[in-house]
Nanobody, 123 residues
């Protein structure tokens, strides 16, 4: 059974940094991308960043471009999201997902999701 486990959330002051990690386990058929999404209270889930296993192509939401960096560690089968210059509006539950998808930014293309990890940025 495929599982996706996130780690690394927490509380940080505005301007600080956090690093999230995602580790999928189990047999993933045709998986082509790993993505990070987030959902704040009262808001819809939104795309944050994604990376393809093959080729390493990346995509970012405009709101995090220049502040967040997604990377993959093929040897450890993990994906990391380095978040710098955090703002209070980055506060949300962050979800990692994987799946075979032609669109890295569309959540409907991801088959497997983690439970989420809370990121809180205090002003």
């Amino acid at each position: 059974q495929v599982r996706v486990v996130e780690s690394g959330g927490g509380l940080v002051q505005a301007g600080g940094s956090l690093r999230l990690s995602c580790a999928p386990s189990g047999f993933i058929v045709g998986s082509s991308a790993m993505g990070w999404f987030r959902q704040a209270p009262g808001k819809e889930r939104e795309f944050v960043a994604a990376i393809r296993w093959s080729g390493g192509n990346t995509a970012y939401a405009d709101s995090v471009t220049g502040r967040f960096t997604i990377s993959r560690d093929n040897a450890r089968n993990t994906v990391n999201l380095q978040m710098n210059s955090l703002k209070p509006e980055d506060t949300a539950v962050y979800y990692c997902a994987t799946g075979r998808t032609s669109s890295m930014t569309n959540p409907s293309g991801y088959n497997y999701w983690g439970q989420g990890t809370q990121v809180t940025v205090a002003s």
